[in-house]
């Protein structure tokens, strides 16, 4: 039985049948005719003490057991006189799985450092603090397909391996069969049609523009999945493997875009609260003393929405010392981003509109023809956590932002078929699920809200 039953289900009343749990051992005391386990089976935060009497016929080998040991406990469960815990299980029958030796087992008791337990990355979920975020995670991952699920969507499963280059150039981790030791070539090029797919491939940037084709059949879709950027971003909000959800809805302008975009947000965070609870505690505890207001009050406010000609205006009146200079056309940078959001509106803001010439070839050009109808969501503390736009559905524009932006429109025919047979106004976003995370946790690097960070140089 998991004790998350136990703790949470039996509402603190004493069994009288004996009961059976298994889990890792934590910490141990000793006095002289027992010893006091805690133990943890990682379906909660909460650990479970064992009494361990001295009568049990491996109590010697209990008595030597170290943190980190594998254990299952057949025992009863009683009321503790001890003031920390409601319940413990007096043992009736211990086994053990498996020791860890304390001379090199590396989780002692002690509270480690996040950058040394990335240095054991398949040790940490052991940890409270990354066991509680890896169960939040899951626990938001699901709630992302239900928020979807109950507005009518359907999950469409984009490919990973793609040879569309949707924005990337530059960024792309390639995807190839042949022998770098060698490649085969033609007039000095590399000859592609000699490799897999006969074309160069790479991993997927985005699965926007195949959303976009089930979007234009289905209505309302989304992708979910892990998206790969070899940018060499060594930033505590970039990995080069990450989770992006990304709906995409045909018949939805901007205005309905970032309503829904804004809807998701607090829906995931409201999710949180109310199903995480005693996992958020301990980030309330030790990460982000302020968690629970900074949660509720993006809950209890409407999102700020401005447009970037207005951004770009308040940063200019600002007397703030930006690294980075602000003037009309510039794309803004993560500095300007969090003084928008922490100091200027104190709550997240939606930034719509920006020029055309620093936003990619699919966003709708504006009646203005300077700005594009794109809209990035930005949180306190993380910056731009979404990025997202109307779709260019007029043919003709769509070509020529092609030319504009240096893309070649014949390796998108597909894509402009979209819009030569039954062209809709279409929107969509796409949502950083790590970024997600770690402003529901307030953890500070994005390394620790993925179980395996992939990091420039580091494997
Ligand atoms: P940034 O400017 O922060 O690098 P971007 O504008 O390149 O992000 P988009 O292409 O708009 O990002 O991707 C949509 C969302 O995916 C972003 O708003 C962000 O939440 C997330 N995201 C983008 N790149 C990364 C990354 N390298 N690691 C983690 N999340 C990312
Ligand atoms: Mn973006």
Redesign the pocket.
Not at 383 to 387: K, V
């Given at each position: 039985m998991k004790y998350q039953l136990i703790v949470h289900i039996l509402d603190n009343k004493p069994v009288k049948q004996i009961i059976e749990v298994r889990g890792w051992l934590r910490t141990k005391r000793d006095s002289a005719r027992m010893s006091f386990l805690d133990i943890n089976d990682g379906s909660c935060l909460t650990g479970l003490q064992i009494i361990a009497e001295e009568k049990l016929q491996n109590y010697d080998e209990i008595r030597a057991l170290t943190t980190g040991s594998s254990l299952r406990v057949l025992g009863k469960l009683v009321h503790s006189p001890a003031k920390e815990q409601e319940m413990e299980l007096v043992a009736d029958e211990i086994e053990i799985y498996g020791t860890a030796a304390a001379e090199t087992y590396p989780l002692q008791k002690k509270r480690h450092s996040f950058e040394f337990l990335r240095e054991i990355n398949h040790l940490r979920p052991r940890t409270n603090s990354l066991g509680a975020m890896a169960r939040i995670r899951s626990s938001l991952s699901h709630a992302v397909y239900c928020f979807f699920q109950e507005r009518d969507f359907f999950q469409i499963h984009t490919p990973v391996i793609t040879t569309s280059d949707c924005e990337g150039a530059g960024e792309m981790f390639s995807v190839t069969s042949l022998n770098l030791d060698k490649l085969p070539r033609q007039n000095g090029k590399i000859d592609f049609n000699r490799d897999f797919f006969g074309c160069p491939a790479s991993l997927t940037v985005?699965g926007q523009l195949e959303a976009e084709a089930y979007a234009l059949a289905l209505g309302r879709v989304y992708t979910f999945g892990p998206t790969f950027?070899a940018?060499n971003?060594h930033t505590s909000?970039?990995?080069a493997e990450?989770w992006?959800l990304e709906p995409e809805m045909a018949f939805f302008d901007l205005n309905d875009d970032m309503d829904l975009a804004e809807e998701l947000i607090k829906h995931l965070i409201s999710h949180g609260l109310t199903n995480c609870r005693e996992d958020l505690d301990l980030f309330a505890r030790f990460i982000d003393k302020n968690l629970y207001d900074r949660l509720n009050s993006v809950l209890e406010n409407n999102f700020t929405r401005i447009d970037y000609t207005e951004a770009v205006d308040q940063l200019c009146q600002s007397d703030q010392q930006f690294t980075y200079p602000v003037t009309w056309g510039v794309d803004l940078q993560?500095e300007h981003e969090r003084y928008l959001t922490e100091k200027i509106y104190k709550r997240p803001v939606i930034v719509n509109n920006y020029p055309k010439t620093i936003k990619p070839f699919y966003m709708r050009v504006n009646d203005d023809e300077k700005t594009v109808a794109a809209m990035?969501i930005l949180m306190p503390g993380i910056?731009?956590?979404?990025?997202g736009s109307q779709r260019e559905e007029r043919l003709d524009i769509l070509k020529s932002r092609m030319q504009e932006t240096g893309v070649n429109p014949d390796d998108y025919e597909w894509y402009l078929d979209l819009r030569r047979y039954g062209t809709t106004p279409h929107s969509g976003f796409?949502?950083?699920f790590?970024?997600m995370i770690q402003f529901i946790t307030g953890m500070a690097n994005?390394r620790d809200v993925i179980p395996f960070p992939r990091t420039p140089g580091g494997g």
């Open positions: 985005s950027r940018e971003s909000r970039h990995l990450f992006m993560s990035d910056g731009e956590i979404i990025g796409g949502l950083g790590e970024r994005i």
